[in-house]
């Protein structure tokens, strides 16, 4: 069985930072992406950042030059830096891991919520 357990969120002003991890256990696995989602209330699911094993980023245009995505594969870890956070980047945010056959987990997601 594998998990995937997201910490890191919290209240943050409007321009502060923060950063989340997201810690996998359990039986290891071969990984084509790792990612980060975010999801407002009344909003649909969004992808926030994501990594694949070439080392290739992607990240939309509203988090561009604000968030990071890295990963430690020897603590089986992803991480993503939030700087200069807006009260519009508010939401859960999950961490999702896509498997080499295709296969999807998801976080159980961490709450950020930014104050004006």
């Known amino acids: 069985q594998v998990q995937l357990v997201e910490s890191g969120g919290g209240l943050v002003q409007a321009g502060g930072s923060l950063r989340l991890s997201c810690a996998a256990s359990g039986s290891r696995f071969s990984i084509s992406a790792k990612g980060w989602y975010r999801q407002a209330p009344g909003k649909p699911r969004e992808l926030v950042a994501d990594?694949?094993?070439?080392?290739?980023?992607n990240y939309p245009d509203s988090v561009k030059g604000r968030f990071t995505i890295s990963n430690d594969n020897a603590k089986n870890t992803v991480y993503l830096q939030m700087n200069n956070l807006k009260p519009e980047d508010t939401a859960v945010y999950y961490c999702?891991?896509?498997?080499?056959?295709?296969?999807?987990?998801w976080g159980r997601g961490t709450q950020v919520t930014v104050s004006s």
């Open positions: 990594y694949d094993v070439s080392g290739t980023t």
């Open positions: 999702r891991w896509r498997r080499t056959d295709g296969f999807v987990y």
